[in-house]
């Protein structure tokens, strides 16, 4: 389902860098300047396109060093992927995480480190990052892979409004037989969005539900109908 709604994750990894200790530097000739330098040394950065690709190719060749992402951060979550209930609350927020990687280079655990305030956005996130992340895992000296750690962030962020709701109704109908199973569900909702679709149908597959009883206390066949309406009416 299309959400109006963006995530970003940051393209930087969560890493001290090459050097150690992290420095700013402002002058482009000195940047080059340190990654020839680097080159002299390092092993080969065939295949990078920018001094940034080239920084992180040789990152990847020290050891020890941490877990790396294998690919790019940003399109770990999408805009699809933005919660329901939080879109519809037009919730935003940051969620800082941690997550724990295994030797293989899949994640173990994600913990969040700093909330959004909004749980739906805090659980999308770690869930999603476990499910979809894949790492070059973490190595030590002698250049095995190891467990290891990597931390970044997703910035959860409206781009539009929320639309407004249209007039529509939607009958949802099953029968509910003596033994509470379900059968005969059917739904009526020509203009329902695809998601209150799903809805309406769990009501119709929820598998078992206590019988309906007749004047006997016996139980019953009945048929259960439920209808969902939208109204648009002007103020005077």
């Known amino acids: 389902m299309a959400m109006t709604g963006q995530a970003s994750v940051s393209a930087m990894p969560a890493t001290r860098g090459v050097y150690g200790r992290s420095k700013s530097i402002h002058s482009p000739r000195m940047t080059i300047l340190l990654l020839v330098a680097a080159l002299s040394v390092a092993p080969s950065t065939e295949g990078a396109r920018t001094v940034g690709e080239a920084m992180e190719i040789l990152a990847r060749k020290v050891v020890p060093r941490g877990a790396f992402p294998m690919g790019n951060p940003g399109e770990w979550i999408g805009p699809e992927d933005y919660p329901t209930t939080a879109y519809m609350d037009q919730a935003e927020g940051a969620v800082s995480f941690q997550l724990k990687v295994d030797p293989q280079g899949r994640v173990s655990e994600c913990t969040v480190t700093v909330s959004s305030g909004v749980a739906a956005l805090d659980d999308t996130a770690c869930n999603l990052i476990t499910l979809r992340a894949v790492f070059d895992p973490?190595?030590?000296?002698?250049?095995?892979?190891?467990?290891?750690?990597?931390?970044?962030?997703?910035?959860?962020?409206?781009?539009?409004?929320?639309?407004?709701?249209?007039?529509m109704e939607a009958v949802?109908?099953?029968?509910?037989?003596?033994?509470g199973t379900v059968s005969g569900c059917e739904l009526k909702a020509p203009e329902l969005p695809g998601e209150q679709v799903e809805k309406a149908m769990r009501m119709c597959v929820a598998g078992h539900?206590?019988?309906?009883?007749?004047?006997d206390?016996?139980?019953?066949?009945?048929?259960?109908?439920?209808?969902?309406?939208?109204?648009?009416e002007p103020v005077e």
């Open 138 to 167: 973490a190595r030590d000296r002698k250049g095995k892979p190891v467990w290891g750690t990597y931390a970044n962030r997703v910035v959860w962020k409206m781009t539009d409004p929320v639309p407004l709701p249209q007039p």
């Open 172 to 179: 949802t109908s099953f029968i509910v037989e003596p033994d």
């Open 209 to 215: 539900y206590q019988p309906y009883l007749g004047s």
């Open 217 to 232: 206390g016996e139980p019953v066949r009945r048929r259960f109908r439920a209808t969902t309406r939208i109204e648009i």
